[in-house]
């Protein structure tokens, strides 16, 4: 039998391809924001494609959703309230709801069709926007942050695609302002912050523009096989000032709760914050 291949888009890492093995087509088709496909792989399990790219597949999502979602939550002494933009494959909401001190989660995100056919396809990752917590919203978060109308939050997330397409505003300075009037004091912001090894550019201008609006931010990364070059990172930012503000956790994981997870410990919360010399050279913390 011939292999088929999927070969994701470069368009942000020109020069690579990330290629996997293609059993089946479960889904492609152009929702009002994007080109949505699913697909089974021979060996990932299901996997959601984006405009062409990987943004999530059964075998490894754990390492994303979990690092973007425990990071900023471990490192709150009491989470109450959780906003996510975009997010819409519910795998960070799971990683929410895992805290049972949290009272309200908000999902915010711009393409139904994302939710519709991760609901389908994707189960494991789906399960928890039926959460009675949570609140699913169909709508653009750079809008319902504009407003106002959106109230404050302990902890926002925001788990986007890349900054081409519907994301791209989502890496804009006015974005971040917005993320800052929705936090209650102490607050913390974690999003998607990119790979050390493709865009230290990207992510240290992406470190400036935050650090006009926080005291403390920091870039923390996780290791992920069918992202762009194995590596992910995360861009936090906290309104609290003290030097151990982000890569310290406030909170030890419970036994209960370790059990789910397959990515974060306490441990690895502390070194997802020690860069390689030539990452720590350009994007020292502000
Ligand atoms: N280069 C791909 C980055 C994808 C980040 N978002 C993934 C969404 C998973 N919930």
């Keep these: 039998k011939q292999t088929t291949w999927f070969s994701e888009t470069e368009a942000m890492w020109p020069g690579q391809k990330f290629c996997l093995a293609q059993e089946e087509v479960l889904f492609h088709g152009k929702s009002d924001f994007q080109d949505v496909l699913v697909f089974k792989s021979e060996t990932y399990g299901n996997v959601l494609v984006l405009d062409g790219v990987i943004q999530a597949t059964e075998r490894d999502e754990f390492a994303y959703q979990e690092m973007i979602t425990h990071l900023p939550l471990y490192s709150h002494a009491n989470p109450k309230s959780v906003l996510i933009v975009g997010g819409g494959d519910g795998g960070v909401a799971r990683e929410v709801a895992k805290h049972t001190g949290v009272e309200k989660i ?100 992406v470190l400036g523009r935050v650090g006009q609006f926080f005291p403390t931010v920091q870039y923390a990364y996780t290791t992920i096989p069918t992202y762009p070059s194995g590596q992910i990172g995360f861009v936090l930012c906290s309104l609290d000032d003290s030097v151990d503000a982000l890569n310290k956790p406030k909170r030890i994981v419970d036994a209960k709760t370790a059990e789910t997870l397959e990515y974060y410990t306490s441990k690895v919360h502390e070194a997802a914050f020690v860069l390689p010399a030539f990452a720590e050279k350009k994007i020292s913390p502000v």
């Design 106 to 205: 908000v999902m915010c995100e711009i393409d139904p069709k994302v939710t519709e056919v991760s609901r389908k396809y994707l189960p494991k990752m789906s399960a928890s926007l039926e959460d009675p917590r949570l609140t699913l919203l169909f709508q653009d978060a750079a809008e319902y942050l504009r407003s106002g109308e959106c109230g404050k939050f302990d902890v926002i997330i925001v788990d986007s695609s890349d900054p081409v397409g519907p994301a791209e505003v989502l890496f804009r300075s006015e974005f971040y302002e917005n993320l800052k009037n929705a936090l209650n004091p102490n607050g913390i912001v974690s999003t998607q912050g990119e790979c050390l090894w493709l865009h230290l550019d990207l992510i240290a201008d």
